[in-house]
Nanobody, 123 residues
């Protein structure tokens, strides 16, 4: 059983930056695919970024150029660096993991989820 623990959310002004972290307790970042999703109030959960165990990454078009995903296998942690944040980035951000990803943008692909961390972008 893998337990995902996210940290790093908070309140930030527009244009600011935040870095979210996710650790898979009971798992390894080098052996599972780990992704970030976000869910704003009244909206569906949407894919933001993924890092496969090989280190290959993919960023959703809507946040590419502002968000990056990276992993530190030695620290067993995956990060989501968010820059130039906008009010529309406000959401609960979730870390997800799967040992077999078929459709990486679909939440149903992932069998492990973190508890979520709130990111609020506001002046």
């Amino acid at each position: 059983q893998v337990q995902l623990v996210e940290t790093g959310g908070g309140l930030v002004q527009p244009g600011g930056s935040l870095r979210l972290s996710c650790k898979p307790f009971g798992g390894s970042t080098s052996r599972v695919a780990m992704a970030w999703f976000r869910q704003a109030p009244g909206k569906e959960r949407e894919f933001a970024a993924i890092r496969w165990g090989s280190g290959i990454t993919h960023i959703e078009d809507s946040v590419r150029g502002r968000f990056t995903i990276a992993g530190d296998d030695a620290r067993n942690t995956v990060y989501l660096q968010m820059n130039s944040l906008k009010p529309e980035d406000t959401a609960v951000y979730y870390c997800a993991a799967s040992d077999r990803v078929i459709n990486y943008a679909y939440p149903q692909t992932y069998n492990y989820w973190g508890q979520g961390t709130q990111v609020t972008v506001s002046s």
